[in-house]
């Protein structure tokens, strides 16, 4: 299995709502990451997860929050977000996050869009 | 600060041959990735360069240069299913990936 699984695909949300992102792979890979993406921008980077434990926050706001159940999974709980917070969720993971030839694997993608 | 530069957009024709280039200043660096991304999905991984050269793979070619800080991608055969974004990104000293803001390439008939 070289894929990494995102649900739902799309998820529309209101701004009081709560919902869940959800990623599975089982490539072994000890690297996750939630990436957020606009329209013709790069990927930007929320979290990463290594060996299962929060490595890196950019400063994402609360109303994101990211879980990483086990070496497979990793979740990003929304609540409260704002129509600006609308735009592609990237999952991603890798062999390790501190190596060189890192590459990184990603999800087909949640697009989310918050009225 | 970190900067990575690639044209905005590109146009070439089905059949010929376009080169996609990059420059980059990082803290450090441990490698520069080529990812594709058509459309509405998700990056897909090219290629990955951290010694000077050029790397071959099929029809897609990327090459370095570290004293330069620059690479390029060289697509040959262009296909219509080339059209995509093709993003530039470097990973620095910290092990980050530093993205550039991607070249849109549309093939035209």
């Known amino acids: 299995d070289t894929e990494v699984t995102q649900t739902p695909k799309h998820l529309v949300m209101g701004m009081t709502n709560k919902k869940s992102l959800k990623c599975e792979q089982h490539?072994?890979?000890?690297?996750m990451y939630w990436y957020k993406q606009k329209a013709k921008k790069p990927p930007e980077l929320m979290f990463v997860?290594?060996?299962?434990?929060?490595?890196i926050n950019e400063s994402v706001p609360s109303r994101f929050s990211p879980e990483c159940p086990n070496s497979s999974l990793l979740n990003l709980h929304l609540h409260a977000l704002q129509p600006e917070d609308s735009a592609l969720y990237l999952c991603a993971s890798s062999q390790d996050e501190h190596s060189g030839a890192n590459v990184l694997t990603f999800g087909a993608g949640s697009r989310l869009t918050v009225l | 600060g970190q900067n990575i530069d690639q044209p905005t957009e590109m146009t070439a024709t089905e059949g010929a041959i376009v080169q996609i280039n990059c420059t980059y200043q990082?803290?450090?660096?441990?490698?520069l990735f080529w990812y594709q991304q058509h459309a509405g999905e998700a990056p897909t991984f090219l290629s990955y360069?951290?010694l000077d050269g050029l790397e071959e793979k099929g029809r897609f070619s990327s090459f370095l240069s570290r004293s330069k800080g620059y690479s390029y991608l060289l697509l040959k055969e262009l296909q219509m299913k080339d059209s995509a974004s093709y993003l530039c990104?470097?990973?620095?000293?910290?092990?980050?990936?530093?993205w550039g803001a991607g070249t849109k390439l549309i093939i035209k008939p």
């Open positions: 990104a470097v990973m620095d000293s910290n092990y980050q990936l530093i």
């Open positions: 997860y290594s060996y299962e434990k929060l490595s």
């Open positions: 360069n951290v």
């Open positions: 990082t803290s450090g660096f441990n490698g």
């Open positions: 490539m072994g890979h000890r690297a």
